[in-house]
């Protein structure tokens, strides 16, 4: 989004990058992934690698946000199709802890949304309380994004 408040669409390329600190390259990143997403400009996720781990590196934010939000009920809730897509990105950047605590999350959510339709599942708060207690993973997800740009972007 540009600062008139109308939504433009994220180039990355070498040069867009060159100069971003983190941060930016992490907003970047972010932006140019939710595009894809949502289908803000007519494009999506196709089935490559380069949109495959883009969306990998996504769906690790999303996760992160949900969960540090509202818990894993969250995402399940507002993601849940974005699972499979957290759990390869959280091994992509090596965030294994993360990774086990969803898997197991994903395992009690399915065998009880039925149960929980329209409520917390409190058989999930255990899940969130481990997940706070670890390191962030923004680090080890930018220093990913930095040695595979190529990979993730034209």
Same mark, same amino acid.
């Given at each position: 989004?540009?600062?008139?408040?109308?939504?433009?669409?994220?180039?990355?390329?070498?040069?867009?990058?060159?100069? #971003?600190?983190?941060? $930016?390259?992490?907003?970047?990143?972010?932006?140019?992934?939710? $595009?894809?997403?949502?289908?803000?400009?007519?494009?999506?996720? %196709?089935? =490559?690698?380069?949109?495959?781990?883009?969306?990998?590196?996504?769906?690790?934010?999303?996760? &992160?946000?949900?969960?540090?939000?509202?818990? !894993?009920?969250?995402? !399940?809730? =507002?993601?849940? @199709?974005?699972?499979?897509?957290?759990?390869?990105? #959280?091994?992509?950047? /090596?965030?294994?802890? $993360? @990774?086990?605590?969803?898997?197991?999350? @994903?395992?009690?959510?399915?065998?009880?949304?039925? $149960? !929980?339709? &329209?409520? @917390? =599942?409190? /058989? #999930?708060?255990?899940?969130?309380?481990?997940?706070? %207690?670890?390191?962030?993973?923004?680090?080890?997800?930018?220093?990913?994004?930095?040695? =595979?740009?190529?990979? #993730? !972007?034209?």
């Amino acid at each position: 989004m540009n600062v008139h408040g109308t939504i433009t669409k994220a180039k990355i390329d070498a040069t867009t990058i060159r100069d #971003l600190d983190d941060e $930016q390259l992490y907003d970047l990143v972010y932006e140019k992934a939710s $595009q894809k997403d949502c289908g803000t400009f007519g494009e999506y996720f %196709e089935d =490559n690698d380069k949109d495959r781990l883009l969306q990998e590196i996504y769906a690790t934010a999303i996760l &992160d946000g949900e969960v540090r939000n509202g818990g !894993f009920d969250q995402f !399940f809730l =507002n993601n849940e @199709r974005l699972t499979d897509a957290a759990i390869a990105g #959280l091994d992509l950047i /090596n965030a294994k802890k $993360q @990774r086990d605590l969803l898997i197991d999350a @994903r395992k009690i959510y399915n065998e009880q949304k039925k $149960q !929980f339709t &329209d409520e @917390r =599942n409190p /058989n #999930l708060d255990k899940f969130d309380e481990k997940y706070y %207690e670890l390191d962030e993973f923004y680090d080890a997800s930018m220093k990913f994004v930095r040695e =595979n740009i190529e990979r #993730l !972007f034209d």
